[in-house]
């Protein structure tokens, strides 16, 4: 079955951006200025971290959370996954929001989408987050346990999972199972991590 993912790599990738409240690099002259104004906004959400609304942390989703339909090989010209058994996957990061942070997770995601576009046994793909929590989700859905296993070895990955502690600032968590289409949703997604037993990064 032909990968179709290419197509949606780069608006996926702003997604993800966003929802982390992560604004792309360029080579601007008013860079200097939006420099600090970053700095401004990464205090700014900081706060908002520290203070952690309780509203962030029921276990479902965020309450101003904003996915991307799913998209992929296995995904039809309406948006419905082809039913059929998977494995799939969520990660949720809480960003630490400070400039360095954003820049890093920024380059990570960088090297992880074209490796990630082009995973054999990648069946379909969705990014989110909220701005209100300063946090960011990813929902894949995997042919099997061994394609979803080769990509979270490739290089890419695992310089993320390496550099995890520079861009989350605590509690972010992914898990994995197995299930049909119909589990292929956010707050499914959101349920099952909420009582997975994995560690905290």
């Known amino acids: 079955m032909k990968n179709n993912m290419k197509y949606v790599s780069i608006p996926l990738v702003a997604a993800a951006l966003a929802a982390c409240g992560v604004a792309p690099a360029n080579g601007d002259a008013g860079d200097a200025a939006g420099a600090g104004d970053a700095r401004s906004n990464d205090a700014a959400i900081v706060a908002d971290a520290s203070t952690e609304d309780p509203s962030c942390e029921t276990g479902g989703l965020e309450p ?4 991307e339909p799913l998209q992929g090989s296995g995904v039809d010209a309406s948006g419905r996954l082809a039913p059929g058994s998977y494995v799939l996957s969520t990660t949720r990061i809480r960003s630490l929001a400070t400039l360095a942070a954003r820049q890093r997770f920024q380059a990570l995601m960088g090297g992880i989408m074209p490796t990630l576009a ?4 990648l069946v379909a793909v969705s990014f989110g987050g909220s701005q209100r929590c300063a ?24 310089e993320a999972i390496n550099s995890v502690r520079e861009v989350s600032r605590g509690g972010s968590r992914v898990t994995h ?8 949703t956010w707050p499914r997604a959101a349920e099952v991590l909420r009582d997975s037993r994995g560690p905290e990064y």
Do not use: C, I, K, Y
């Open 64 to 67: 101003d959370f904003a996915g």
């Open 118 to 121: 082009t995973a054999p046994g």
């Open 135 to 158: 946090t960011g989700r990813t929902l894949t859905v995997w042919r099997d346990e061994a394609s979803m296993f080769a990509w979270v070895h490739t290089a890419p990955h695992q």
């Open 177 to 184: 199972w197995n299930g049909d289409a119909t589990q292929a």
